[in-house]
């Protein structure tokens, strides 16, 4: 990368969280939260997409790693007296990544196909446990908690309204980007992307793989726990089905629809999975997946860099 | 705590009753797997579909065979249909992507059965009511209907692949694809049969076990979530395995709801897929490297 390319991806970077931090100020309540949410949605996409994107293993689990975040959270929310908003984000870490890591653990020994097969159903234990476990997690009715303020407890506490919410949301995010960036470019990035190219290969070389990929599905799952962090703050609300697989899907979904291995491509996929499901819900009110589902199964016949790969070919054209 | 024998002698029977419609939904995925690399994400929908086809057969002609017959053939056009458009354009490129094209497709048909059945399940009405004395109770002749049914529809597949002409052709293209087309097998159309096949495959048993649970839009889901892990427990793209697999993993899952709810005994079978995966990776009945 050359200094230019350098200074021109600051920039970039600057313009578009100067516009997205402006966004609360000038829209309506609606497209306000429906912003909020994308960022959330867009980081749990970019979580999944150092595993789809630069190790090539597809993780059709991230529900998994999503969900327990949101019930860390909601678990620190509950159980300490006054709420704190660090211990909760912890708590959602810990236990995300904890998953992960017992996930990784087994899932991490085969390849390809089977390991989608083996994170899906590994996702849908999590389910079943916290569905039927309804002492604690409230089963099919889920928890509803508050919110905590932003500050140091004890000293300095200002409640969220919308606007800092989304501000709160969009600093996390952004950083979760650079991090997730710095991460893809780092020698242990590269690593991952030697096993996504060859593994054999990679593993002749003397790199232990499945060290690799153990940390790279930890990582992954970390930052979708932060995600379901930040969407248990947004929405006070735990429920069983941020665990089920459709959110799994779902974020499999936002990275194919906006190309996978780009970190900014799968925010992309989510802003415009979630706006098509907007527009098309008009129409087609609850059944919307089934256009939405024909949309998918074209893009991945036809355009299988995603928007924005299309967008970049186009562009160089 | 004393060992309930009652019990378990029903269970032992439930067991091998929901293990033998598990290996028929668990064949065709095994198969399509097996011949083409491609990971059917769609499969549980198949399984719907059929199911609701049947209802409909059923409720309009009264005649549980032709419902069979008619949902069989009806989806295995629905699954030949799916692979041509979305799967054959598909072929070349990274296997992985056919379970996104299958994934997309499950979304389409689960949404489309909702909207035209609506989320209220429908009941399939038993063919053959009568019920014989299993210890103390009452158990209908019709699950072992089923275990019977699903057992000629394996037995009659196998030997239709033994020793059928096109069963060769399918066999043939599993063992080599390049040297099958050199061969002069139209080896793209042997893939879109055998997707037809498991398509098939899947909606007798979705008519079959129909009458014990109720048809609704969602019940693919679960499973297709068994039969994969019926397939990765059996090794991937071993049929024998497969069966053998999916009658071992019933089998558990019905003595463990003697002591837990059904929802929970789910989990018994995710921890043979877990010690299955830490202690023999490629199988327990499989030897194909992977």
Request: net charge positive; aromatic share 14%.
């Amino acid at each position: 990368m050359t200094k230019r390319d350098t200074r021109s991806f600051w920039i970039g970077f600057a313009v578009i969280v100067a516009l997205l931090a402006a966004a609360p100020l000038v829209l309506p309540p609606f497209w306000r939260h429906f912003v909020t949410e994308i960022l959330i949605w867009g980081l749990l996409a970019m979580s999944s997409d150092l595993l789809i994107g630069y190790t090539g293993l597809i993780s059709f689990g991230h529900s998994a790693f999503f969900g327990l975040g949101v019930y860390g959270a909601a678990a620190a929310l509950l159980l300490v007296a006054p709420p704190n908003l660090f211990l909760a984000i912890a708590l959602g870490l810990a236990a995300a990544a904890l998953v992960a890591g017992f996930v990784a653990f087994f899932s991490t020994r085969l390849r390809d196909i089977y390991f989608a097969i083996t994170t899906l159903i590994f996702s849908q234990i999590f389910y079943v446990i916290i569905f039927t476990w309804t002492s604690v997690t409230g089963g099919e009715n889920g928890l509803t908690f508050t919110r905590p303020g932003l500050g140091v407890p004890g000293l300095y506490v200002v409640r969220f309204t919308p606007t800092t919410m989304h501000w709160f949301v969009l600093a996390v995010v952004a950083l979760s980007y650079l991090v997730l960036r710095r991460i893809t470019r780092s020698p242990f990035g590269m690593v991952l992307q030697a096993i996504r190219e060859n593994e054999g290969r990679t593993r002749a070389i003397g790199y232990h793989v499945e060290h690799y990929k153990i940390v790279a599905v930890m990582l992954s799952g970390v930052f979708a726990g932060l995600a379901g962090v930040l969407y248990a703050l947004q929405n006070e609300f735990a429920a069983a089905d941020f665990v089920f697989f459709l959110v799994s899907g779902e974020t499999v979904i936002y990275n194919v629809m906006g190309g996978i291995g780009t970190l900014v491509g799968p925010i992309v996929g989510a802003a415009f999975f979630l706006l098509l499901r907007e527009a098309l819900s008009r129409f087609f009110t609850e059944y919307y997946l089934i256009p939405l589902g024909v949309i998918f199964i074209a893009m991945v016949i036809f355009m299988p860099q995603g928007l924005l790969g299309f967008a970049r070919r186009w562009l160089n054209r | 705590m004393a060992i309930p024998w009652d019990l378990i002698v029903v269970q032992t029977v439930n067991g091998i009753v929901t293990g033998m419609i598990l290996a028929l939904v668990a064949s065709g995925l095994t198969l399509i797997f097996g011949i083409m690399d491609v990971v059917n994400f769609a499969h549980g929908e198949l399984f719907m579909l059929g199911a609701y086809i049947g209802v409909l057969v059923l409720a309009s002609t009264g005649s549980f065979l032709l419902a069979l017959t008619t949902a069989s053939l009806v989806v295995a056009l629905i699954g030949a249909a799916l692979q041509i458009v979305t799967l054959r354009p598909l072929i070349g490129r990274d296997p992985l992507t056919t379970i996104l094209a299958t994934f997309g497709a499950s979304l389409v048909l689960q949404n489309y059965a909702l909207w035209q059945f609506g989320p209220i399940s429908r009941k399939i009405a038993e063919p053959v009511s009568g019920q014989f004395h299993l210890l103390y109770l009452e158990y209908p002749w019709y699950r072992l209907v089923i275990a019977v049914a699903s057992a000629a529809i394996i037995g009659a597949f196998w030997l239709f692949l033994k020793f059928g002409r096109y069963g060769i052709w399918i066999r043939a293209t599993t063992q080599d694809r390049v040297m099958a087309q050199a061969m002069g097998i139209p080896v793209p159309w042997v893939h879109t049969g055998v997707f037809a096949i498991g398509a098939a495959m899947a909606a007798a048993s979705g008519v079959l076990f129909g009458p014990l649970v109720g048809v609704e839009p969602y019940m693919g889901l679960p499973w297709v979530l068994k039969a994969f892990i019926v397939v990765v427990v059996g090794g991937m793209g071993s049929f024998g395995g497969s069966i053998a697999a999916a009658i071992f993993v019933s089998l558990l899952e019905s003595y463990a709801s003697i002591w837990v709810s059904p929802s929970q005994a789910i989990i018994v079978s995710f921890v043979v897929l877990i010690l299955t995966l830490l202690f023999r990776p490629t199988g327990l009945f499989g030897s194909a490297s992977r």
